[in-house]
């Protein structure tokens, strides 16, 4: 069974640090890309950063850019997001999400966002 | 980024009921397209991904359809798990970004 479980979710001011972790087990983690999204309260989603098998390729979301670095340990199975600089506006329910991505030869390679975890809540707050 | 505008926000309906929510991107984006159903305090899941591919496990009254800009999502007859709020999610560019979700509510 697919199992992703998200911890390091605090609250925290502006300005702050926090590092979220997600330890991933059921399936082969380093032939995954894997994601964060995330959910402010009665909110919409928002996909946040993602990051190939090995490490060495990653993207950001505008607003995270600069502030947010993902990472992986493949040995350990565990993806990680540290955020930097905190606003208020990053107050969300951060998901950990495996992409078993499909590869159409000679046609696409589509996102495929089958498994997530529970969420771990930031708080952003004075 | 490609903005995904999706329509209603929120619509009533009943169970049995045949039901289309809407999804259209600002720029063309071929077939990447996906749409995740999730229930109050739940993680979303995947239904559909390749804007019409229904997900292993996922029941056969969901359905997707679309390619370019326009998409849409069917429910054929709705059930009582299926009342929820629906996301569509483009996967053709960076960054990935949402439909700002529509509720389906009784």
């Known amino acids: 069974e697919v199992r992703l479980v998200e911890s390091g979710g605090d609250l925290v001011q502006p300005g702050g640090s926090l590092r979220l972790s997600c330890e991933a087990s059921?399936?082969?983690?380093?032939?995954?890309?894997m994601i964060w999204f995330r959910q402010p309260p009665g909110q919409g989603l928002e996909w946040v950063a993602n990051?190939?098998?090995?490490?060495?390729?990653?993207h950001y979301v505008d607003s995270v850019k600069g502030r947010f670095t993902i990472s992986r340990d493949n040995a350990e199975h565990s993806l990680s997001l540290q955020m930097n600089s905190l606003r208020f506006e990053d107050t969300a329910v951060y998901y950990c999400?495996?992409?078993?991505?499909?590869?159409?030869?000679?046609?696409?390679?589509?996102?495929?966002?089958?498994?997530w975890g529970q969420g771990t809540l930031v708080t952003v707050s004075s | 980024a490609i903005q995904m505008t999706q329509s209603p926000s929120s619509l009533s309906a009943s169970v049995g009921d045949r039901v289309t929510i809407t999804c259209r991107a600002s720029?063309?984006?071929?077939?990447?397209l996906g749409w995740y159903q999730q229930r109050p305090g739940k993680a979303p899941k995947l239904l559909i991904y390749?804007?019409?591919t229904l997900q292993t496990g996922v029941p056969s009254r969901f359905s997707g359809s679309g390619s370019g800009t326009d998409f849409t999502l069917t429910i054929s007859s709705l059930q009582p798990e299926d009342f929820a709020t629906y996301y569509c999610?483009?996967?053709?560019?960076?960054?990935?970004?949402f439909g700002q979700g529509t509720k389906v509510e009784i």
């Open positions: 059921g399936f082969n983690f380093v032939s995954y890309w």
């Open positions: 990051i190939n098998q090995d490490g060495s390729v990653t």
């Open positions: 720029q063309g984006i071929g077939s990447d």
């Open positions: 390749a804007a019409s």
């Open positions: 999610l483009q996967d053709s560019t960076y960054p990935r970004t």
């Open positions: 999400v495996r992409d078993a991505e499909v590869v159409v030869p000679g046609v696409n390679v589509y996102d495929v966002y089958d498994s």
